[in-house]
């Protein structure tokens, strides 16, 4: 279930000053009781009138906690007052249980009561308030159950910043058919009055996409044993990595190192490196690991790394390219993805990002192998790498096509433009063709090629992918099971006559309806 319509984003971050009284304490707690009961009569009322009830009854005992309110009474006789009281023995409980697994994602769920609360002892209104008559993609932090319930008919979709498959804002969206993305860690960068399709399907949020861009969830149904080539997770956190191997992930196509420190202000040293791609790599599934080093620049700016602002970022110096700028580059990030294969016991392969030029294919090559990594590699993310990839043999061992940045740059179309949405469709039939001919190119000199872009993650095109030859997928770590079962219900004949009718269309709509068409028929 996808959904097209206007980034809405929502503030629901509350961070109240703590406030003392001067009343009596008697005074003060004649204020929380009835604020307390007005909360837990709001949740018994929507445990009655919303989907899964049960989620809104156990608000209800929550709020109503008699240890909870002997905690905010203690409060009030050191001074605070009734909202404060009760927020911060919240925050107090919260902080406690947050390290408990099962409890970490009700942590919000809790804090949203306790704000609710503060809310009432001072009368103010928190309430979410979402225009009517429009079609919108609410973006957030997070979203309390309670705020589920006022969505509109306004609201096509949600995103959130936090959460996981298993907090509450996701349930409740799926009971509500609400197309829903939740653990969105690039969130905050969609503006409110984006056009973008949510496509939960593919895992992902398309600027300027409409719904007919969608993946295509089709029931694949297994018939053998094993795809028909490997599918490998995309991580970029341990947890990430854990995700791919219980889905079925048999390696990890790729590792966005960036991602370990998109928030961080500081320089990491090696240490710190080696520590964080450890984990990492301990978590992944066993088989084959890629780690891409930094890929930092444009759309993945790195606080620390300071980059000069540019007019044109995605066509600026990102990527492999700041190579020789900063140290990280030049050799401080290998040594530590080493220690940390080292120290895994694990075998890894590295690649570099955002090659263009041969010349850097062959300065990264000699540099990974001079580091000690035995199989390397470069993106194919540039048109003009592909032209020269007959000068790859003996420098690289495989490529691997970032079909995301590999469209950006053979369409002239910013991937994150809110209006080119069409151009970047993973079925655009000269992407496709750039695909094959890279293949193609690539077997002549006996380089093997995977592909790691959103492509990748689209269990029909996954299987056309294998019909034109490609050797692997890795597909984010919530599509690799749709995409292992899509691999594992055609043979290689099946999945080249697949390829060859996608391929023999000229619009990208018509690509995907052949190739769905070519699947059924087969
Ligand atoms: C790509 O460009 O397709 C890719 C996999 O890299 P990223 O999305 O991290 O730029
Ligand atoms: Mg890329």
Not at 3 to 15: D, M, P, S
Not at 458 to 463: E, F, R, Y
Request: with cysteine; proline share 5%; hydrophobic share 45%.
């Amino acid at each position: 279930m996808a959904a097209e319509g206007l980034i809405h984003r929502v503030e629901t971050e509350f961070n109240p000053k703590p406030k003392k009284h001067s009343d009596s304490i008697e005074d003060q707690v004649a204020i929380l009781k009835p604020a307390i009961e007005a909360i837990t009569a709001e949740m018994e009322a929507l445990s009655a009138s919303e989907h899964d009830g049960e989620i809104f009854e156990a608000l209800s005992m929550l709020v109503a906690d008699e240890a909870l309110f002997d905690e905010a009474v203690l409060k009030i006789e050191e001074g605070f007052d009734a909202g404060t009281s009760f927020y911060q023995a919240t925050v107090d409980m919260s902080e406690i249980l947050k390290d408990d697994p099962d409890f970490s994602e009700r942590a919000n769920d809790m804090l949203d009561l306790a704000k609710r609360v503060w809310a009432k002892t001072y009368g103010v209104n928190l309430e979410l308030a979402i225009p009517e008559g429009k079609s919108l993609i609410l973006v957030a932090e997070d979203f309390a159950p309670a705020d589920t319930a006022k969505f509109n008919s306004s609201v096509r979709g949600v995103i959130t910043k936090n959460g996981g498959p298993t907090s509450h804002v996701a349930i409740l969206c799926r009971s509500k058919s609400i197309p829903a993305l939740v653990g969105v860690r690039e969130a905050d960068k969609l503006v409110s009055g984006q056009s973008v399709l949510i496509d939960p399907a593919g895992d992902r949020v398309v600027i300027g996409g409409k719904v007919d861009q969608a993946t295509v969830s089709m029931a694949f149904i297994p018939e053998f044993d094993n795809p028909l080539i490997p599918v490998y997770g995309n991580v970029g956190s341990a947890p990430d990595a854990e995700k791919s191997a219980s889905a079925g992930a048999t390696g990890v196509g790729l590792f966005r190192t960036e991602f370990v420190f998109l928030n961080q202000a500081e320089t990491p040293s090696e240490r710190q490196q080696a520590e964080a791609y450890q984990s990492v790599i301990e978590s992944a599934p066993q088989g084959e690991f890629i780690a891409r080093t930094l890929d930092a620049g444009s759309d993945k700016p790195l606080p620390f790394l300071e980059i000069e602002d540019e007019e044109n970022p995605a066509l600026g110096v990102r990527g492999f390219r700041i190579n020789g700028i900063n140290p990280l580059f030049s050799g401080e990030q290998l040594k530590a993805l080493k220690a940390a294969a080292d120290a895994a016991g694990r075998k890894v392969s590295v690649m570099a990002p955002m090659v263009s030029r041969l010349s850097e294919a062959k300065e990264f090559a000699q540099l990974a192998r001079e580091h000690g990594f035995e199989k390397v590699g470069i993106m194919v993310e540039t048109p003009s790498i592909i032209f020269q990839l007959k000068h790859l043999e003996g420098v690289v061992d495989f490529l691997s096509i970032g079909t995301n940045d590999l469209s950006q740059y053979l369409f002239a179309a910013d991937r994150l433009h809110p209006k080119l949405g069409n151009l970047l469709d993973v079925w655009q039939p000269a992407l496709l063709e750039a695909i094959s001919y890279t293949v193609e190119q690539a077997g002549k000199v006996g380089i093997k090629v995977g592909i790691c872009g959103e492509a990748a993650s689209d269990p029909l095109l996954a299987i056309v992918l294998a019909g034109i030859g490609v050797d692997t997928v890795s597909a984010s770590p919530s599509q690799v099971e749709n995409v292992t079962n899509a691999l594992r219900a055609v043979n290689k004949e099946q999945a080249s006559q697949i390829a060859k009718m996608a391929l023999s269309k000229n619009r990208a709509a018509e690509a995907r309806n052949a190739a769905k068409h070519a699947f059924a028929q087969r």
